[in-house]
């Protein structure tokens, strides 16, 4: 266990779960999106605790600040709201019951007029997050160690021509899931991966691999944001 595991995130709060955790899902969501990638709109649909407390706790101007790529410990996350305003981001918030839904959890469907992308998150204390599903596809993906997220056509020697990579590479696996909705369909494998792996790894796989869609490399919950 870390000293930050025994007094907290350093964050503006008042709740680490729900506010420090609403930051950070609303990061992750904004990177599987894209970092860089303009985002014009966001529906956040509220689970659980989430949607009977957000508005004590700053949930919601949390997760437009983690939209907007701010870290836990930013100032502006009580103004977010008005940032995302001036920045032109367009957000909305609702609820949802979902049977087996994570007690503090959130859907975040983003858009940018043509192309849309959805994410699904849970806050599970202390201010550690997991990513639970994108785009329909479960998984659980926390943020402790890397990840690899390849989105991709179902179709023989996919994930012989993945791991052969990462053998070249000397990447070891620690975790693989994988889901498909038909067979020859869109599929997903998620790769949880120990140690350092290299920034250009989506690339080099999207590159390898034609079958790909998208290609979605993790290494931590935080990285890229701003200061």
């Known amino acids: 266990m870390s000293l930050l595991d025994i007094v907290g995130p350093v964050m503006i709060g008042p709740s680490s779960s729900h506010t420090a955790g609403a930051v950070r899902i609303g990061m992750l969501a904004r990177r599987l999106w894209g970092w860089e990638r303009p985002l014009h709109a966001a529906k956040l649909f509220l689970r659980g605790s989430f949607a009977a407390t957000y508005w004590g706790h700053g949930t919601d101007r949390g997760l437009v600040a983690g939209l907007l ?40 469907v983003m858009s940018d007029g043509a192309e849309q992308c959805e994410v699904v998150g849970a806050s599970i204390g202390g201010g550690a997050v997991e990513l639970r599903a994108v ?22 020697g996919v994930v012989s021509a993945i791991t052969g990579e990462f053998f070249r590479l000397g990447l070891n696996v620690a975790r693989m899931e994988m889901e498909r909705r038909v067979r020859g369909g869109m599929a997903v494998f998620v790769f949880v991966l120990d140690g350092a792996v290299p920034a250009d790894l989506d690339e080099r796989i999207r590159t390898i691999v034609p079958a790909c869609r998208r290609v979605i490399l993790l290494k931590s919950a935080e990285e890229g944001a701003s200061a």
């Open 69 to 108: 790529r701010m870290r836990p410990d930013d100032l502006r996350i009580p103004r977010s709201f008005e940032v995302a305003r001036a920045e032109g981001l367009d957000f909305s918030f609702d609820t949802e019951e979902i049977d087996g839904a994570h007690p503090n959890s959130v859907r975040v």
């Open 135 to 156: 785009d329909g596809f479960p998984m659980v993906v926390p943020f402790d160690q890397p990840a690899l997220i390849v989105m991709h056509r179902d179709q023989p």
